[in-house]
């Protein structure tokens, strides 16, 4: 038997999972010196009433010693484990991961793969591991799928406090001031590979910002095959700006909208709005 593992990142809280078969290790907020397991200790309302009591809020990755007696428990019988991480350059989660494989009493059935996203087209790689593993696909098949998946994914970010990136290690400094100093909107596009976000663009209006990202989309070659996912911060206004024009752009294409949980409010601030394409292999 294949046993899937991930982390919030995939907008699962552990009971949501459960009910799929999936094992989550929730990521953490620190507030105050208090630590919150992601959906689990503190729901989004919370953390924002907190945000605007003008509290610092941090995210961590999951407790190494949580994965650690996961990965026993479920391979004490000689089932293999996925465990299907964040991307590696936005969090550490994959490096803990790696930690706790190395760490367990059965290293050799267990496969650690770095997603290289976040949310929807993550949620979505674990979706289909669960399905294929559930048809008797072996790991290897499982892995496959995921690297070559992730060849086909494309996600942007529309922040409104840039505070909250820079205060994560995310962007660079310098790059920060451009949306402040300006009072433009900054437009964030993942880095290759995962490896942090980088700068895609400016605008000077929400209207203009959504058709730059879906522009970039199409002229990336991006179709209606995609899967695109919009979630948010509490902007569902930006979010189903983002929706009309991707229907508009992209006929018959499926578009999904999440609300973000506390640890990428945390990450991304209040307001924030990350758009996402995925085609699975």
Do not use: W
Not at 72 to 101: F, H, P, R
Not at 108 to 118: A, P
Not at 214 to 234: C, L, P, Q
Not at 264 to 274: D, E, L, R
């Amino acid at each position: 038997m294949i046993h899937i593992i991930s982390d919030s990142s995939t907008l699962y809280s552990i009971e949501s999972a459960k009910k799929k078969g999936l094992s989550i290790v929730p990521l953490n907020i620190t507030v105050d010196a208090q630590t919150y397991r992601d959906f689990e200790d503190i729901t989004s309302t919370q953390l924002l009433t907190m945000i605007e009591e003008h509290k610092i809020p941090k995210t961590s990755q999951p407790s190494l010693g949580e994965k650690i007696d996961l990965y026993n428990e479920l391979t004490k019988d000689g089932d293999e484990v996925i465990d299907i991480a964040m991307a590696s350059g936005l969090s550490g989660t994959y490096q803990t991961a790696m930690m706790a494989k190395n760490s367990c009493d059965n290293p050799d059935l267990v496969h650690v793969v770095d997603s290289q996203t976040l949310c929807g087209p993550h949620r979505l790689m674990v979706d289909t591991a669960l399905e294929m593993a559930s048809n008797g696909a072996t790991a290897k098949d499982i892995v496959m799928m995921i690297v070559q998946s992730r060849m086909q994914e494309e996600s942007y970010l529309v922040p409104v406090d840039f505070q909250f990136l820079v205060r994560g290690g995310r962007i660079k400094g310098l790059a920060a001031t451009l949306g402040g100093a300006l009072k433009l909107i900054p437009i964030l596009k993942k880095g290759v590979d995962g490896m942090g976000l980088d700068k895609f663009g400016v605008s000077r209006t929400y209207k203009k910002a959504v058709n730059m990202v879906v522009e970039d989309f199409k002229n990336n070659g991006f179709d209606s095959n995609y899967t695109f996912y919009i979630s948010h911060a509490f902007n569902e206004e930006l979010a189903m700006m983002f929706e009309k024009k991707i229907n508009e752009t992209f006929d018959g294409a499926k578009v999904v909208i999440y609300p973000l949980s506390p640890a990428f409010i945390t990450q991304g601030g209040p307001g924030c709005v990350a758009v996402q394409a995925i085609k699975m292999a």
